[in-house]
């Protein structure tokens, strides 16, 4: 079946990789973790007061500045 001893072992190294994968898999991520009050601390997230804008409008690097000033200026 196969012609060369390197093919072999090739095949024989994937083949063990992908079967202590699968164990690992089996054992550590059975389950989903569920965390405690994820769906409230995710709405409180998303529904934040404060805004996503800090006060001084966003922050712009020196660079981007002056690429922005060139591309709008005529």
């Known amino acids: 079946m196969f012609k060369s001893s ?9 083949l063990a990789k992908v079967a202590i994968l699968m164990i690992i ?5 059975d389950a989903p973790s ?3 009050n994820g769906s409230v601390r995710v ?3 998303l529904l934040d007061s404060r805004g996503s804008i ?3 409008g966003p922050r712009w690097s020196r660079k981007a500045l ?4 060139a591309c709008s200026s005529p």
């Open 54 to 56: 800090p006060e001084g």
């Open 43 to 45: 709405a409180d997230h």
């Open 25 to 29: 898999k089996n054992v550590w991520f």
């Open 6 to 14: 390197l093919r072999r072992d090739v095949v024989l190294v994937v």
């Open 66 to 69: 002056s690429i922005y000033h």
């Open 34 to 36: 569920i965390p405690e």
